[in-house]
Each structure stands twice: as C-alpha cells, then as structure tokens.
C-alpha cells in the first residue's frame, strides 16, 4: 500500500485496487460494475462467471482487514439493468445480510443513471456527485469542484511500463492531478484505458500485492 494525502486528508492506496480514509474508517471503491458479465452472457457473448463473487470476495477482506465502517462507492456500482438478475441480487443479498452493521453510499455514475439505484432493502444510501466529505469531493466522474479535491472513478486509469527489449506491462493505477485524483476499477470483470499523465501527476501503479509510485516519465500513455 501507499499513503497520500489529499484535500487535507491521509489516503491509504490499498493493492486490492481500493482506497482507505483510516481515520474514518471509509473505504473508497470505484467501478466495482457488478453484474457486467451476466449483462454480456444475456446478449449472447461468452465471459466468465462468478466475477460478482469475486468482487463481493475482495469487498468482504477488505472490510474484515480494515475493520470498514463505511464503503462509499464511487459510481457504476451496477453494470446495467441485466444486474438486476435473481442470482447476481442474491449473491449481493447474501453479502449485505453477513455485512448488516456496514453504511453503504453510492455516488451515482452513469451505468447507474441507466441500471437503476439498487433494491431498497440492500439499505443504500444513493446520492448525485459529488458527495462532500470534509476537504474531499467524492464524485464518479473526473471534474472541478470548487474549494475540494476530487476522488473519482468512470475512467478505469491504467498505465503501461517500458523495459528493455521493448517488454511491456500494463498495469491499473491510481492518478493523482493538482486538483483531483481517479482510482482503478474494482470490479473483477473491468477493462483498463491508459493515463495521459501531465506534468507534476503522481501515477501509483497496482501489482498483485503492491502499490509501487512510478515516474510519470517511466509510464506510456498507450
């Protein structure tokens, strides 16, 4: 993990491409997009199972590591309205029944706006961006809000690393600007874009187990 802080709070980057606010116990999750790959078998295209599982999985360690109070999810919590699929609202149901005492806040993002908020008795609290949390503005797309820093998502930030004998590795990564920082993608099942990164941005990139700050000038935008 990595520590960084913003908007005059510390921010723990954790390996499991999520973000921690220790002092409150607040984990930061963008794009955890649950419920994409039943979306895509229902248009017939072949993908793999169980990615809702092994995203409530991840979700499930964190909160047990973490001793997580509040998990406030950055946009795009729901893939599409084939989310709503009896087996992937179980497995959620089941989730949130072992996770009862736990506060939820969505910030809607704009597969939300088209999924729909989540069912009522997985006890959301459903909000437009941005959400204020002291010097922070928490929103799902990357933009300017006035006297706050952003933490966003909607981008899927990754960045590819050059080594020799053009060796390429692309790897998903947090993006901090001077105004407004955008975490990796959640979900088990996500694609990645690469950063364009601009002079002064921190970039941290995020191996199996590590978050590893890397030079803007190390990473290729494509």
């Not at 409150?24 to 990615?51: E, N, Y």
């Not at 993002?109 to 088209?114: I, K």
């Not at 966003?152 to 930030?157: E, Q, V």
Request: charged letters at 15%; glycine letters at 10%; proline letters at 6%.
């Amino acid at each position: 993990m990595a520590v960084i802080e913003v908007g005059g709070q510390r921010l723990t980057l954790l390996a499991e491409r999520a973000a921690l606010l220790v002092e409150s116990a607040t984990l930061l999750v963008a794009d955890a997009h649950i419920g994409k790959a039943v979306s895509f078998r229902r248009l017939g295209v072949p993908v793999p199972q169980g990615t809702t599982t092994q995203t409530l999985a991840a979700l499930t360690r964190l909160v047990e590591r973490w001793s997580v109070r509040h998990i406030v999810f950055l946009g795009d919590l729901l893939h599409s309205a084939r989310a709503f699929a009896p087996a992937t609202m179980q497995a959620v149901q089941r989730w949130r029944t072992a996770h009862a005492g736990l506060r939820l806040t969505l910030v809607r993002g704009n597969h939300d706006d088209r999924a729909g908020d989540p069912p009522v008795a997985l006890g959301f609290e459903v909000v437009d961006e941005p959400l204020r949390l002291g010097g922070l503005a928490l929103c799902h797309h990357p933009q300017a809000v006035a006297a706050a820093y952003v933490l966003a998502g909607h981008l899927h930030p990754c960045l590819q690393l050059t080594g020799r004998a053009d060796d390429r590795l692309r790897l998903p990564c947090f993006w901090f600007g001077p105004h407004s920082g955008v975490l990796p993608a959640f979900g088990a099942f996500t694609g990645m874009h690469p950063v364009r990164p601009a002079a002064g941005d921190r970039l941290f990139a995020v191996t199996a187990d590590q978050v590893l700050e890397v030079p803007a000038r190390g990473a290729a935008a494509g």
